[in-house]
């Protein structure tokens, strides 16, 4: 299993990293990738991944959330040191109007800053969508040559065809497993080889775990969901989703 993107800079899981490292490698998760929300989580991002070079992938980015009255200054501290450090993906990056549109506009030209540094570099973005999917699409659109995976994918089946037709990927985590989820249905015809493996964690917990912090190793309740929807082994879904994983970020 590859987990596409993990918040492991966290102090839930640096109090005690090694043993962290440990769980989920015994329980079969081969790579992780680790976004970078914001200025000041970077030093963690880059220190938690150096320990673990061949294991933990730090990505740069600065969060739609996170976007405030500094955030050009932000963009160009973020910028100075992507030159610093062999990121893996620009992210976490992205649009998010649900809980305040006060900086709206500045979240969209903050995106197509980013999106610009990915085409430059030739790296793949993690792109965050809540309640911009409009926003979102125009956007990407102006970037034909981007290549990347939506975040936390959790939309309907039109708008899952319109990302893979730009291209992109589709990051499946926990949300599959939740009971009201109309995830399931909407990717009975989207093809397995435009998904990856994702948790979001310490957030989007799969049942049977909900409410308790995620960790990269329940990716498996993802793939056995995943396993009934296409009606394949779990063992195909983890071989395709790793070979999507390798082939999208460039991962050994």
């Known amino acids: 299993m590859i987990d596409t993107h993990c918040h492991i800079d966290d102090p839930l899981y640096t109090v005690d990293l090694e043993a962290c490292i440990k769980r989920q490698q015994d329980a079969g998760v081969e790579q992780i990738l680790v976004p970078g929300v914001c200025l000041k989580d970077m030093p963690e991002v880059i220190r938690v991944c150096e320990q673990y070079p061949a294991y933990l992938h730090?990505?740069?980015g600065l969060h739609p959330e996170n976007v405030g009255d500094n955030w050009e200054e932000e963009l160009d501290a973020l910028e100075a040191m992507l030159h610093?450090?062999?990121f893996i993906a620009i992210g976490e990056i992205g649009l998010d109007y649900h809980?305040?549109?006060?900086?709206?506009?500045q979240q969209k030209l903050a995106l197509i800053r980013q999106l610009q540094w990915a085409v430059d570099l030739d790296l793949p973005v993690m792109i965050h969508a809540r309640d911009a999917t409009a926003d979102i699409i125009d956007i990407l659109r102006q970037f034909p040559s981007l290549r990347g995976v939506m975040h936390c994918f959790s939309g309907s089946n039109e708008t899952a065809k319109q990302y893979i037709q730009m291209g992109l990927y589709l990051g499946i985590g926990g949300v599959i497993t939740f009971k009201n989820s109309k995830l399931r249905e909407h990717l009975t015809d989207i093809p397995l080889d435009r998904l990856v493996l994702e948790t979001d964690a310490p957030y989007m917990t799969p049942v049977?775990?909900?409410?308790?912090?995620n960790?990269?190793?329940y990716m498996i309740y993802v793939m056995q969901t995943l396993a009934d929807v296409y009606q394949l082994p779990v063992s195909a879904i983890?071989?395709?989703t790793n070979a999507n994983a390798k082939a999208l970020f460039g991962l050994k």
């Open 58 to 60: 730090p990505a740069i």
């Open 215 to 217: 960790e990269s190793r």
């Open 99 to 105: 809980f305040d549109i006060t900086y709206k506009e």
């Open 208 to 213: 049977p775990f909900r409410g308790q912090p």
């Open 84 to 86: 610093q450090h062999n």
């Open 238 to 240: 983890e071989s395709t």
